[in-house]
Nanobody
Framework: QVQLVESGGGLVQPGGSLRLSCAASGRSMFNIFVMGWYRQVPGKQRELVATITSGGVTNYADSVKGRFTISRDNAKNTVVLQMNSLQPEDTAVYYC??????????WGQGTQVTVSS
């Protein structure tokens, strides 16, 4: 059974930084999955934050470009989101996601990020 375990959320002041990590387990071949982060606030749809392919090609939401950096370690089946210059509008529950067209899509349980003074 696939498990995605997220860590690193919390409370931070505006302008601060947080680092989210996600460890995938329960099957092989995570290296061929696209890995990424999404976020959701109450009453709104879940939205893409950033994704990274197995080859390291990244994609970011316009709202986080230049502030967030996504990376992955294929040997350890982990994906990391480094978030800098955080703003109150970044407050959300952040979800780890791994997907492959033929092998399926999986979600983590979510981790809360709150940006407030």
């Amino acid at each position: 059974q696939v498990q995605l375990v997220e860590s690193g959320g919390g409370l931070v002041q505006p302008g601060g930084s947080l680092r989210l990590s996600c460890a995938a387990s329960g099957r092989s071949m995570f290296n061929i999955f696209v890995m990424g982060w999404y976020r959701q606030v109450p009453g709104k749809q879940r939205e893409l934050v950033a994704t990274i392919t197995s080859g390291g090609v990244t994609n970011y939401a316009d709202s986080v470009k230049g502030r967030f950096t996504i990376s992955r370690d294929n040997a350890k089946n982990t994906v990391v989101l480094q978030m800098n210059s955080l703003q109150p509008e970044d407050t959300a529950v952040y979800y780890c996601n791994v997907r492959n067209t033929f092998l399926g899509t999986y979600w983590g349980q979510g981790t809360q990020v709150t940006v407030s003074s």
